[in-house]
């Protein structure tokens, strides 16, 4: 979980005075795009003063533990202030929009409800930014979430230079071209101005080159106010996670496990139907594994581990594992697994919980996992490595380098498993490496642009072709011998994973949810 920070109402006691809904308000980019309103002068510049102070007092720490540095690498703090979050929220009320409709099912409504407590003060050196992004629903559950980004400069614009907040039509994969060919509006920070717009806008802050920036940022919260259609037929593995689906996997008896942005691992059957839900991460499902007979783990960004009983839908493991987001997950042997995490370790567990070996030497998140035989664990790091791990002594016995952070990793025997491996990585500048990899060393095999953006996950099927998922929103199957080509599939939104079913169908999943073939 993020540092968290809880405030003494009785200590701060911020001076927010009424404004009235005479205030102007701009709109910066066009309707179709979806909200976006500029509030000019919502707070005063002693409140903006007041804010910066008491965050310098708390502390400002890397947003390292929760987003990678090529990703963000700002500095920011949490803090849990309820009375702050209700004050900002009465002011807030004559600007927001009141009701809104849902642009993926017009029978859904939604009426605002609130201001997200946890409030986030952010600080941005030179040489800091927020790349290219869409902001994340928060979920409190299925008829409450957040809708709109709610942000508020701090820092006036003449005081740093850089730091525009950049809106852009659409994703990362519209910059495969030109880094500024997709811009359609750029706002320069002015103190104590609020800018709501939907958490769907593609946006960026642009690097500070000089001077420090700061910025307050929460989002809006709505309730749903209408109630769903009881005779509507649910589509096959869909309606049942909030937000963002992150990883897909076949368990031994071709059910289906999913897990994401809302906290939960769902299973499902062959056909796509659920059977039931495991509740009781804190924040975002990024890893599964299947571990055991009956036996599911999963990490969570709230640093824990969990170990699920399918056959009694209980939870018999939980474990603290990183000291940051916890990200990946693999099966190395019958009850024995593997997790890594943001705060550059892997951790090697038993079923039970117990944590039996820690390997460290990455510099960075290790993103991916990989078995490699029964004595090897490889794994891809944000530090461009890819690392070959003895799970027997825990040293690294290869190390090699690549130009880009790496952020999946998958292996497959070669015609000699008993010496080496066919390793597939995939990098954030959309590109995918093969390697041969063994305990003697690491041997390029080939390597190509796969997608427009980010590769968030490769996967070896069963016929030896590759899959590969991007933040292009494609998900692209290669053939092994020549890299060809042979299926593409589009989502709306980024691709997370993909698996084989066992009728051999590809079920992919990502920002927009999961997707048969």
């Not at 405030?7 to 006691?13: E, F, G, I, K």
């Not at 910059?175 to 706002?187: C, G």
């Not at 109630?227 to 368990?251: E, T």
């Not at 053939?479 to 009728?503: C, I, M, P």
Request: charged share 25%; hydrophobic share 40%.
């Amino acid at each position: 979980m993020a540092e968290l920070h809880r405030t003494d109402a009785a200590l701060v006691n911020w001076p927010l005075t009424s404004v009235g809904p005479g205030h102007a308000i701009e709109h910066p980019l066009p309707s179709a795009l979806g909200i976006c309103i500029l509030v000019r002068e919502f707070l005063t510049a002693s409140e903006c003063a007041d804010h910066i102070a008491m965050a310098d007092l708390r502390g400002f720490r890397s947003a390292e533990s929760d987003y990678p540095p090529s990703y963000r690498n700002n500095e920011r703090q949490v803090i849990d202030d309820q009375p702050l979050s209700e004050q900002l929220f009465q002011r807030l009320r004559h600007f927001a929009p009141r009701k809104l409709s849902d642009t993926d099912d017009p029978w859904k409504s939604w009426c605002l409800a609130g201001l997200n407590e946890w409030i986030r003060i952010c600080r941005y050196n030179p040489g800091e930014r927020f790349t290219i992004h869409q902001d994340g629903v928060h979920h409190r559950n299925d008829r409450l979430q957040s809708k709109l980004t709610f942000m508020i400069y701090l820092t006036d614009g003449d005081e740093f230079e850089g730091g525009d907040t950049v809106f852009f039509a659409s994703g990362p994969n519209s910059l495969k071209d030109s880094k500024s060919a997709d811009v359609i509006a750029r706002v320069r920070p002015k103190r104590g101005t609020l800018i709501i717009f939907d958490h769907g806008i593609w946006h960026a802050g642009e690097a500070v080159t000089r001077g420090v920036k700061h910025i307050l940022r929460s989002d809006l919260l709505y309730r749903r106010t209408d109630r769903p259609l009881a005779d509507k037929p649910p589509k096959p593995f869909a309606g049942v996670h909030q937000g963002y689906v992150w990883s897909v996997i076949r368990l031994p008896d071709d059910r289906i496990a999913t897990c994401g942005r809302d906290g939960q691992v769902v299973i499902w059957d062959a056909n796509g139907i659920e059977n039931f839900a495991l509740k009781g991460h804190r924040q975002s499902v990024l890893g599964l594994a299947s571990v055991g007979h009956d036996l599911v783990a999963s990490i969570s960004r709230d640093r824990f581990l969990r170990v699920w009983d399918l056959s009694t839908r209980t939870c018999t493991v939980r474990a603290p594992a990183h000291l940051a987001a916890g990200l990946t997950i693999a099966r190395l042997g019958d009850g024995v697994f593997a997790t890594g995490g943001a705060d550059h370790d892997i951790r090697i567990w038993t079923a039970a919980g117990d944590n039996v070996a820690t390997l460290s030497g990455h510099s960075g998140w290790v993103w991916g996992l990989v078995a490699v035989g029964q004595n090897y664990l490889a794994s891809a790091s944000e530090d461009g490595t890819v690392r070959l791990w003895s799970v027997a002594d825990g040293s690294c016995v290869v190390s090699h380098q690549i130009d880009h952070p790496l952020r999946t990793i998958d292996a497959r025997p070669s015609h000699f498993p008993d010496r080496d491996w066919l390793v597939a990585v995939g990098d954030s500048e959309g590109w995918i490496q093969l390697l041969r990899l063994g305990a003697t060393g690491c041997k390029l095999e080939g390597r190509f642009k796969a997608h427009g953006a980010a590769v968030r996950r490769v996967r070896f099927l069963s016929n030896g072709s590759l899959a590969s998922c991007g933040e292009d929103n494609c998900m692209r199957v290669w053939t092994s011998a020549d890299r060809e080509n042979v299926y593409q599939r589009w989502h709306d939104n980024f691709l997370t994973d993909v698996t084989e079913l066992a009728d051999g169908r590809l079920l992919s999943c990502g920002y927009d949810g999961c997707r048969l073939l």
